[in-house]
T-cell receptor
Framework: KQEVTQIPAALSVPEGENLVLNCSFT??????LQWFRQDPGKGLTSLLL?????REQTSGRLNASLDKSSGRSTLYIAASQPGDSATYLC???????????FGKGTRLSVIA | ETGVTQSPTHLIKTRGQQVTLRCSSQ?????VSWYQQALGQGPQFIFQ???????GRGNFPPRFSGLQFPNYSSELNVNALELDDSALYLC?????????????FGQGTRLTVV
């Protein structure tokens, strides 16, 4: 059974800092991995999707990497801003058209 | 902003009652999945609908049921509500022939059972 873990559970950084959020999964046989952002009480906003054959994806100040063999993904946020404050969730899709398996998220606070 | 819309946004129900939540999927998407997110937890898969039939279910009891309509919109029904059913319910739409594309989520329905 696939399990997803995100460490740390919470993180507080000063504005302008570069930071890395970590995601690990127990079964390396995944179809893809998706990073989401969730504002308090709101739905999920998709940030990046990495297919199993890819090593990384970039969107603006965000870069996500995937190392399937070690069961890890990282989300790198450059030059953090207070508007980046949110919970970041990592989810893996074990096979095509199977449901997403989520971690519990990392709650990020960027202090001005 | 995604094209997935959920209604209502908030709901308060009494234990033992029944509730129906609604979801309109993104244009072009034919698969709808429902997730339950308890406070401080990641979303947990409830079930998925494709071509108006359930084609996958998580570890939820039969009192959680659903429907998908010909226009791909969907309903989640929960009977005999329990206090532990209080959560954010999320709907996600996708296209079944393209599993390597992003799943898009709605804004969620916050259900409180008292």
């Amino acid at each position: 059974k696939q399990e997803v873990t995100q460490i740390p559970a919470a993180l507080s950084v000063p504005e302008g800092e570069n930071l890395v959020l970590n995601c690990s999964f127990t079964d390396s046989a995944i179809y893809n991995l998706q990073w989401f952002r969730q504002d308090p009480g709101k739905g999920l906003t998709s940030l990046l999707l990495i297919q199993s054959s890819q090593r990384e994806q970039t969107s603006g100040r965000l870069n996500a990497s995937l190392d399937k063999s070690s069961g890890r993904s990282t989300l790198y946020i450059a030059a953090s801003q207070p508007g980046d404050s949110a919970t970041y969730l990592c989810a893996v899709r074990p096979e095509g058209n199977t449901p997403l398996v989520f971690g519990k998220g990392t709650r990020l606070s960027v202090i001005a | 902003e995604t094209g997935v819309t959920q209604s209502p946004t908030h709901l308060i129900k009494t234990r033992g009652q029944q509730v129906t939540l609604r979801c309109s999927s993104q244009s072009g998407h034919n698969t709808v999945s429902w997730y339950q997110q308890a406070l401080g937890q990641g979303p947990q898969f409830i079930f998925q609908y494709y071509r108006e039939e359930e084609n996958g279910r998580g570890n939820f009891p039969p009192r959680f049921s659903g429907l998908q309509f010909p226009n791909y919109s969907s309903e989640l029904n929960v009977n005999a509500l329990e206090l532990d059913d209080s959560a954010l319910y999320l709907c996600a739409s996708s296209f079944i022939a393209r599993p390597n594309t992003e799943a898009f989520f709605g804004q969620g329905t916050r259900l409180t059972v008292v």
